[in-house]
């Protein structure tokens, strides 16, 4: 094998462009790289990093495009008017989507978060490993891989039933309900597991019961990581659209009656971007807009949260 | 959930047979539904999708793990995530007025034109179809492969990759030799989640598959998915088809859940083998 020397900046400069290591200070590279090697090196860098600019193309034009045509209908009256009925006129909103979305959201969350963080109690503090606690888990693992069109199905043949036609904003909150549960309970697990037990020791000396130790000590502690898991959920089932379509059927009115057909800000895009008339195709690219912020702030919450609860650890 | 579905869905079950699977003609207007061109909607579209998704991700997730400087692995990663938090009926709408007519269309009719002679690139092709659904599942798909891959190549010990550079290794033959073999059962998996993702994805294949009952052997002419021929016939079907669309739901989950067991059950193979 043929040895040379080089300086040490040209070594560095070697070195990144070949991704070869060489022994620090010795001034020496290694055995010379035969060139196929250093050919084959060479290409899957470049393959890796034509990847990662093909993967992050899209993110930067599905923001700019949203921005953009999103930007231009969005106005006052779109955030507070409802959608005309004629698909060819222009103006009007999707208020009467963000007020379902709201509805339907919000219901859902006061249905899964109570249910979801005592499971996830349960599973932590009484259950441990025992019949109950693994088909807990067995279940929740089971319908994250749930295709959402599937539960939107599901509560349709129970609450909807065929004939009856009774698409309800109930029906939908339910949907959503379903969707956010694992999500919850899987994450909150998490959040329990990593309170030190010292935590519950120390209330136990201090003589407190075992469901004290929980609502003052073991919830509190894990709150921060827990709202992590509640936000990602929420930002989840706003943007669910499927199980919707088959559970509240989708009105242009404004309702804000449970028991009644509702639609949602996804739906409604949906519905009209699917419309040759650019008067809702641009009420569609607003209603994106409007989703996405909505959608990117609960996000951005659980993000915080996390880097919070970690920063407490 | 599978109790009230197929209870449902049990009066088509009954009327169809078998051939509710392996009837290809779906016909409300003569009580005739038979789902096998949507079954096979669902598989093609997503088999596409993790063709492109699986490279993507695991270029995106090498580069995090092994070949990025720290000063941009954070924008990246935040980047992926972004990716991953929009919802779909966002991708649908970006897909079927943005990139259908800007990028997927004329790449489909490039290969009509000169690859029209195979079966599966065989033209006209009128935008919507298996393949532009197929490539916008796996822009969907990528940040939850990226992700899973991301933390399993994390898992790799640092003295394997030193040892590998001591050998003299170049980079590649460091990833290639240290960080990938151990990876494989995670990556597998990783992959597979994805793929059940984008079989149960129904609003990006309504919109961009051009909701047709028939079987095509080309790739780039219209379909459907079982999930996106539920999404746009639902609100106007009758009882009866309702209750095949119903069952159809049925159909899928079964598919779902067969898959997540495979994932499962391959992931358990590979980490007994090591």
Redesign the interface.
Known sequence: MRYFKRQEASVQGFERW????TAPGSGLV??R?SGR??W??RS??I??????A???F??L???E??FRRGGSAMSWEFITSSTPFSVMKSGGGFLNGLVGTGMMVGLAAAISIPLGTMAAVYLVEYGKNNWLAKVIRFFSD?MT???????G??I???LVK??QFTYSALAGAAALAIIMMPIIVRSSEEMLKLVPNELRDASYALGAAKWQTVIKVVLPAAAPGMTTGISLAI?RA?????PL??TI??TLHLSTSLFGPNTAL?LL??TQ??QAAEAA?AR??AG?LE??AI??VF?IVARVMSSRSRISQ | MVASTTNTAFPRFQAEGISFITGSEWNPNEDTYGILPFIYGTLVTSFIALIIAIPMSLGVALFLTEYAPRWIRRPVEYAVDLLAAVPSVIYGLWGLLVVLPWLIRPVEEFLAKILGWIPIFAGPTTGVSYFAAGVILAIMITPIITSLSREVFRTVPMGDRHAAYAMGATRWEMVKEAVLPRSRAGVIGASMLGLGRALGETIVVAMLSGNRNEIDASLIRAGSSIAGKIANNFAEAGKDQIEALVGMGVVLFVITIIVNMAARAMVWRFARVR
């Open positions: 070949t991704g070869v290591r290694g055995a790289l090697r250093l084959r090196n899957r860098t393959l890796i990093g034509a990847a990662v093909i993967t992050l899209p993110v034009w599905i923001l495009e949203i089971v891989g749930v295709p959402s069109i599937f539960v199905i599901f349709y043949t129970i065929p004939e930002a706003g943007g669910e659209t499927a379509i088959v059927l989708g996804p895009i949906y971007a699917g195709q569609a690219w994106a989703l996405l959608v990117l996000t």
